[in-house]
């Protein structure tokens, strides 16, 4: 099958679907808890757009790797949450309306953050501004079109039909984690050829920004004692970033155009999976030990 194909019509289709079954689990009281509970959101807004570049820029500027790498580090970071931050969120049992709040917000915010934070660190390391057009209009299209109709359309259906909506919960997951499957292994097979070379050239910086990423997330969240799910939530939405987009603006000739900027972005796509299915796992086996010392009873980790 064409990967081009595969890559513009069939995946977006695929995690549009499932966005729209996200929506059937939600209901408009979901957001109006979380827009209820601000610092939440500022947390994690200040995490992605303030921390990640920040740990992106000190982990490019103590190791020695070149300019190219370096800046792809910087474009990888800058990037907005990915959308399957919020099919993520919903396998993990978090706050679907948060990651889905997240992910917009970011995505907006990234309109004016990404081209200030490449145009400060071509400058840095690059010993030249990079100036772009940053593709608004292409971006806030993507983000409509899989968000926010496919979620918005769900939960006008659950308001209707709620009884069959509790029904496809269960199918929906299991469609949900072959896609995540599926896209793991296409990604894999697509750069299987080109990750030796990814992870010898910038493998330790890529993974050092991703465990990085998680653990100031877990630490912001202890320190503003934030609830369980709106923890996991933050965190998975912070570990999870729009690589494909920073692979796109890295090597476009219209944009960056430069390949090795994109290898960072290439590695992560990996390597987010990998680490936020060990954080999961983690959450899972916590879960299963405080349900045994309980004697079995319900907890409540909101």
């Known amino acids: 099958m064409d990967s081009n194909l595969t890559l513009s019509?069939?995946?977006?289709?695929?995690?549009?679907?499932?966005?729209?079954?996200?929506?059937?689990?939600?209901?408009?009281?979901?957001?109006?808890?979380?827009?209820?509970?601000?610092?939440?959101?500022?947390?994690?807004?200040?995490?992605?757009?303030?921390?990640?570049?920040?740990?992106?820029?000190?982990?490019a500027r103590h190791n020695d790797i070149s300019a190219s790498l370096k800046m792809g580090l910087?474009?990888?970071?800058?990037?907005?949450?990915?959308?399957?931050?919020?099919?993520?969120?919903?396998?993990?049992?978090?706050?679907?309306?948060?990651?889905?709040?997240?992910?917009?917000?970011t995505s907006l915010i990234s309109v004016v953050t990404f081209p200030l934070i490449i145009h400060l660190a071509s400058l840095e390391f690059m010993g030249a501004a990079q100036d772009f057009e940053f593709p608004v209009g292409s971006t806030m299209l993507q983000i409509a079109l899989m968000v926010v109709l496919p979620v918005a359309l769900g939960?006008?259906?659950?308001?209707?039909?709620?009884?069959?909506?509790?029904?496809?919960?269960?199918?929906?997951?299991?469609?949900?984690?072959?896609?995540?499957?599926?896209?793991?292994?296409?990604?894999?097979?697509?750069?299987?050829?080109?990750?030796?070379?990814?992870?010898i050239a910038a493998g330790v910086v890529t993974i050092s920004l991703n465990v990085a990423t998680l653990a100031m997330s877990g630490l912001a969240s202890r320190?503003?004692?934030?609830?369980?799910?709106?923890?996991?939530?933050?965190?998975?939405?912070?570990?999870?970033?729009?690589?494909?987009?920073?692979?796109?603006?890295?090597?476009?000739?219209?944009?960056?155009n430069d390949a090795t900027m994109a290898v960072p972005a290439a590695i992560y796509s990996t390597t987010m999976f990998l680490s936020i299915a060990m954080f999961m796992l983690w959450d899972r086996g916590q879960k299963t030990k405080e349900h045994e010392l309980s004697g079995g009873k319900n907890l409540v980790m909101e």
Not at 39 to 48: D, F, K, P, S, T
Not at 74 to 103: H, Q, W
């Open 155 to 199: 939960m006008l259906v659950r308001a209707s039909h709620e009884t069959w909506a509790r029904r496809i919960e269960k199918p929906l997951k299991l469609f949900s984690l072959i896609f995540l499957l599926a896209v793991t292994l296409g990604i894999v097979i697509k750069e299987g050829a080109n990750l030796k070379n990814y992870f």
């Open 223 to 256: 320190v503003m004692r934030l609830p369980a799910i709106p923890s996991k939530t933050m965190l998975i939405s912070t570990g999870m970033r729009n690589t494909s987009f920073g692979m796109a603006v890295a090597s476009s000739p219209t944009l960056l």
């Open 74 to 105: 910087m474009v990888l970071a800058a990037c907005p949450a990915g959308t399957l931050s919020n099919l993520m969120s919903y396998l993990a049992k978090g706050s679907v309306s948060l990651a889905v709040i997240l992910t917009a917000l």
């Open 9 to 59: 019509i069939i995946l977006p289709s695929s995690l549009a679907i499932i966005m729209l079954g996200m929506g059937l689990t939600l209901r408009v009281q979901d957001f109006r808890n979380v827009l209820h509970a601000p610092r939440v959101i500022w947390c994690g807004l200040i995490i992605q757009v303030l921390g990640l570049p920040l740990l992106a820029y000190g982990i």
